[in-house]
């Protein structure tokens, strides 16, 4: 279980939790006197020794809890308690004195702060992300969340609701000035208020509730006798609420939050405060009669300390996530000022980034992206033939009269006039415009979408046909060097090291039956029937963006393994992956097919697409590209069985041999329609 613990510093107790973060629920808490004014190194080791002996309690450690998170009264910014008078303290960095002692993060928030975090996370405010809180006590506490976030100004002092100005010439404040809302709306202030009036109605009941003695008097008694009909007793209250509606409706009016809570003792009357109360708010607040904030009890009572303080590493996490790729955002030529910086999608090889920005007169997206040196051995590389065949795409677009922001991802270059950031750190990062109304698709639910597949890796062909692919990088070497595959596969057999090769001779001998065969490709390029074009070699589904609207496709994706290559094997990956009747791994061979269907549909439209630039030495090849393909991936999987499998991962043994064998069967049923789907290209060959 993950857990973080809440510190919550009160002038006259502290009080610790140990809480469970996923749940936020508290497992375990304890509390000692404050005894302030005390030293802060005093009051950090008995914070210390509470922490550690309920951690020992649970069996945890400290070193296992995610941070410590501390709320104190007073004015607190950046782990510094600038000034808290209950403590007698005054720039205290007790932040980081309390994180050398413990070995683990410490964030601070001010408690009334840490209250209204606790109830936008967790209480009344979860999934919204806007919330004020008044806690009415000894004095008016406020806190305010905007987006999420902790608001407290530039200095620390921010949501002082309590001292929000309410009668320029009223009553004078604890704070010194006059007029305040707590003035008016604290416990304090509405016992100190029926006390004045008890001396106007000497019959109030209230008089009876206090047994005659005003010192014993609580700020539940004026609720009670208004509950009772007393007149006295009415007019404190409804005075109360009148006051403290005008305090509401006043940050209503500025921050339009979509939840205030009002936490403290006298939060305990529910409907006899809230209703009146919300109605003289509706009167009060500006706003559209839908939508309105909702005025209401704190969740949170005496733990909202604890459970608030526990939960400031979530906020510190988010703020450093978002300003560290804000941070990269701005070596980048975008336009507008950031107003967000989110993860993005569920890209599982870059993380990804979704960057929005406001201009005049509109808004911009962005995706931002860091290259995963771990996969992409050579990004540099990467980056370069990312870079040309965007900018000869975009050139291509424009000339056709299309809309080159649309129809292929651009880059957004550096402030240096790069096409890629790299980092102190050794990252890359590069920015592309986002395409707006698009949408991407996991797998093939439709036929017609296998054939716009097929359309859009066509045109892309089209649209890169006058590219001199021998200039790219060859950025995975022998990628599609079937030969090669073959030379590897027959080293795993000749070696034999893990004995497994008994298991698999049938599909050795398969392989070695078709040793001519592998170099077909390489004949043909040899003799100059075969150019070299600009390949994707990642021709799924989902790396085609089709229009939200059309749901056509608009351009191909994830140009991170575009290299030189044939254009066959773009072709002859889509067939084996999508022309195949089961899955990869599928262990009754009776079911693994070759659908001839499925691959009429996806020459259809890879032929229309390329729009004649595939060669007639090309389209002679299509078929046999099928076919090389699904042998050379076989051949891999058969490779890596032998191997250990150490490349492809496997969830169950024998599973790589499994793979193996789907593939022979593809490629001897293949072998067996050889006639038909050569027939099949010539059909739409003609067409073009
Ligand atoms: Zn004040």
């Not at 939790?17 to 030293?39: F, L, Y």
């Not at 000869?392 to 651009?410: C, F, M, N, P, W």
């Not at 150019?531 to 790396?543: A, E, G, S």
């Not at 056509?552 to 002859?572: A, E, H, Q, R, W």
Request: glycine share 10%; charged share 25%; with cysteine.
């Amino acid at each position: 279980m993950e857990y973080c613990i809440g510190v919550d510093l009160g002038g006259t107790s502290i009080k610790v939790g140990i809480v469970d973060k996923r749940n936020v629920k508290i497992i375990n808490s304890g509390s000692i006197p404050t005894k302030a004014p005390r030293a802060a190194e005093d009051i950090s080791k008995d914070i210390v020794r509470l922490i550690n002996g309920l951690l020992d309690e649970c069996g945890y450690s400290i070193k296992d809890a995610l941070w410590i998170g501390v709320a104190t009264p007073g004015i607190v910014k950046n782990g510094t308690v600038i000034s808290a008078a209950n403590l007698g303290w005054s720039n205290v960095p007790f932040g980081m004195l309390l994180s050398r002692m413990l070995g683990r993060p410490v964030f601070l928030a001010n408690d009334a702060n840490a209250a209204a975090y606790a109830e936008a996370i967790a209480g009344v405010g979860k999934g919204r992300s806007t919330l004020a809180i008044l806690t009415l006590g000894t004095g008016v506490g406020g806190g305010l969340v905007i987006n999420g976030k902790i608001f407290d100004g530039f200095n620390g002092f921010a949501a002082e609701i309590g001292h929000m100005v309410i009668n320029a010439e009223g009553r004078a404040c604890a704070c010194g000035k006059r007029g305040c809302l707590e003035a008016y709306c604290s416990a304090t202030a509405l016992v100190k208020e029926s006390r004045r009036i008890m001396g106007l109605y000497r019959d109030s009941l209230m008089w009876q509730m206090c047994d005659g003695d005003v010192s014993k008097l609580t700020a539940k008694m004026p609720f009670d006798a208004k509950a009772a009909g007393d007149v006295a007793a009415s007019l404190v209250v409804d005075d109360f609420i009148e006051n403290l509606a005008v305090g509401i409706s006043n940050v209503i009016n500025i921050f339009q939050p979509s939840v205030i809570c009002i936490g403290g003792g006298i939060s305990g009357q529910g409907d006899a405060l809230m209703k009146p109360l919300s109605d003289r708010v509706e009167r009060l607040s500006f706003g559209l009669a839908q939508g309105r904030t909702k005025v209401t009890v704190a969740k949170f009572k005496n733990d909202a300390g604890i459970i608030g303080a526990s939960l400031l590493g979530l906020q510190e996490k988010d703020r450093k996530n978002m300003s560290f790729a804000e941070k990269i955002s701005t070596h980048f030529k975008i336009e507008g000022e950031i107003v967000s910086a989110a993860p993005y999608g569920n890209g599982h090889i870059n993380d990804t980034f979704l960057i929005k920005t406001r201009v005049n007169g509109g808004d911009r997206q962005y995706i931002l992206q860091r290259i995963n040196k771990n996969v992409f051995k050579d990004p540099e590389s990467l980056m370069k033939n990312f870079a040309v065949i965007t900018e000869y795409l975009s050139g291509v677009i424009e000339k056709a009269g299309g809309d080159a922001d649309r129809e292929t991802l651009s880059l957004v270059k550096t402030f240096d006039g790069k096409n890629y950031l790299l980092t102190p750190d050794g990252d890359f990062w590069r920015m592309m415009p986002y395409i707006t109304d698009s949408v991407c698709y996991d797998k093939v639910e439709r036929p017609e979408q296998f054939y716009e597949s097929a359309v859009a890796f066509g045109r892309f062909q089209r649209m890169l046909e006058g590219f001199p692919a021998e200039t790219l990088y060859e950025t995975i070497p022998n990628f599609h060097n079937t030969p090669d595959r073959y030379n590897k596969l027959m080293e795993e057999v000749k070696s034999n090291k893990l004995k497994r090769l008994s298991s698999a001779l049938p599909e050795v001998e398969f392989a070695k039956e078709r040793e001519e065969f592998c170099k077909t490709l390489e004949v043909e390029r040899r003799e100059g029937r075969l150019p070299i074009r600009v390949t994707h070699n990642d021709t799924k589904l989902n790396n085609i963006l089709f229009d939200k609207n059309t749901d056509k496709p608009i351009c191909v994706i994830d140009l991170d393994t575009i290299m030189p290559g044939y254009s066959v094997n773009d072709f002859g990956d889509s067939i084996r992956f999508g022309a195949s009747t089961a899955s990869e791994d599928e262990r009754n061979l009776d079911l693994v097919d070759f659908d001839i269907e499925l691959y009429e549909l996806y020459v259809k439209g890879f032929i229309e697409g390329s729009g004649g630039a595939l060669t007639e030495g090309e389209l002679k090849m299509l078929p046999i590209g099928a076919i090389m393909m699904t042998l050379e991936c076989g051949m891999r999987f058969l490779t890596d069985y032998l191997a250990g499998d150490t490349y492809f991962k496997t969830s169950r043994p024998g599973q790589n041999l499994d793979r193996a064998r789907t593939q022979f069967k593809l490629v001897a049923e293949m072998e067996k329609n050889l006639d038909k789907m050569h027939e099949i290209v010539n059909k739409y060959s003609r067409k073009v």
